[in-house]
C-alpha cells in the first residue's frame, strides 16, 4: 500500500522526467488547407445581405448560407462575445470546441476553421479576416478568440456563490434559440453549446494552470470575419463581462452591442468550391 504521507515526494530523476521535450497531439500538416485566396478574393465584390444587433447582455441568432460570409464588429466599447454555431438543417451538427483546439491550438484565428462535432468533424466556418490578428500570445501566455472557456453561466455562478444570475451568455443563448426556433427554454438549453469566445483575451496561468481573463484589446470597429463552409445557424451573445477586465456574470460592467454582418459573393467568384464533406470514418468502430 502507498503511504499517502510520502505520495507527493519527487522522486530521484523528478528533473529529468520534467526535461522529456513535449510532442503535438495532431500535428495539423495534413489537414485540407482553405483556399484563402479564393475566399478573400470572392468577399471583395460581396454584396451585404443583412445585419443583426446584439443587444449589450443579451443574444441574437443569424443564418448565413454556404458560401456566404459574416463579420463580428465591436460597436460603442470594447466587448466580448460568446459564438454557437449549427448546421442550419442539422442541430445534431455543432460547433466543437475541443476539437478545434486540439486542431489549431488554445486560440484561433485568419486561416483557421471551426470544426463541428462527432460523427460530422469537418469544417463549418473559416476565419478569413481578424483586426486582431497582432496581439499574438502575450507575456502573460493571454491572446484573443478563444476555444478554450465554457461560456458564463447560471449554474456555476450558483455553484460558486448560490446567485440566480439570467443574462449569462449561456441564458442568452438559450434565449435566442428558443426565440429563433419557435421551441421551449427546456428544448433549446440541450442545444447550446461550448463556444468561441470572440474577442475575449485569456489564457492559463503559469503557476497554477487556471484559466484567466484580462481586458481585451478589442475597440471599436474591430472584428472577425468568417466564411460558411455549410449552411449556417449562428448564435451570438454580448458577454456580460463588457470586455472581461474584472469580472462577468453580473450587472457591474460596462457591456456594449455587437453587430453581425452577412454578405454574399457575387455569382461565379467561387468557381470550383463545393461545401465539404461529413468525414469519410466508415462508423463501423471496429464491428
Not at 54 to 64: I, S
Not at 123 to 149: N, Q, R
Request: charged content about 20%; glycine content about 10%; proline content about 7%.
Amino acid at each position: 500500500m502507498t503511504d499517502s504521507r510520502n505520495s507527493s515526494r519527487p522522486p530521484a530523476d523528478a528533473e529529468a522526467r520534467r526535461a522529456i521535450a513535449p510532442v503535438i497531439c495532431y500535428p495539423n500538416d495534413g489537414l485540407p488547407k482553405p483556399d484563402l485566396e479564393l475566399y478573400q478574393a470572392a468577399r471583395e465584390g460581396a454584396q451585404k445581405t443583412g445585419e443583426v444587433l446584439v443587444p449589450a447582455r443579451d443574444a441574437r441568432c443569424f443564418e448565413v448560407p454556404a458560401g456566404h460570409f459574416f463579420r463580428i464588429t465591436s460597436v460603442e466599447g470594447p466587448q466580448v462575445g460568446d459564438l454557437n454555431l449549427w448546421n442550419l438543417n442539422a442541430l445534431s451538427e455543432r460547433f466543437y470546441s475541443g476539437k478545434t483546439r486540439a486542431l489549431h491550438g488554445t486560440h484561433i484565428t485568419t486561416g483557421e476553421r471551426m470544426w463541428s462535432s462527432f460523427p460530422h468533424v469537418r469544417p463549418m466556418a473559416t476565419i478569413t479576416a481578424d483586426t486582431l490578428g497582432w496581439y499574438g500570445i502575450d507575456e502573460f501566455g493571454g491572446s484573443v478568440h478563444d476555444v478554450i472557456g465554457t461560456r458564463c453561466d447560471p449554474y456555476t455562478g450558483n455553484l460558486l456563490s448560490g446567485s440566480q444570475y439570467h443574462h449569462c451568455c449561456h441564458s442568452n443563448l438559450t434565449r435566442a434559440l428558443a426565440d429563433h426556433l419557435g421551441i421551449s427554454l427546456a428544448e433549446a438549453e440541450p442545444a447550446v453549446h461550448d463556444v468561441l469566445n470572440v474577442f475575449m483575451c485569456t489564457g492559463f496561468t503559469r503557476d497554477t494552470g487556471q484559466y484567466f481573463m484580462k481586458a481585451s484589446p478589442v475597440r471599436p470597429g474591430d472584428h472577425i470575419e468568417f466564411f460558411a463552409e455549410i449552411d449556417l445557424l449562428g448564435n451570438l451573445s454580448a458577454c456580460p463581462g463588457g470586455d472581461c477586465s474584472s469580472e462577468h456574470s453580473s450587472d457591474t460592467a460596462a457591456c456594449y452591442p455587437l453587430l453581425v454582418e452577412t454578405f454574399s459573393p457575387a455569382e461565379g467568384e467561387l468557381a470550383g468550391w463545393s461545401s465539404p464533406a461529413r468525414n469519410g470514418y466508415d462508423r463501423t468502430h471496429g464491428r
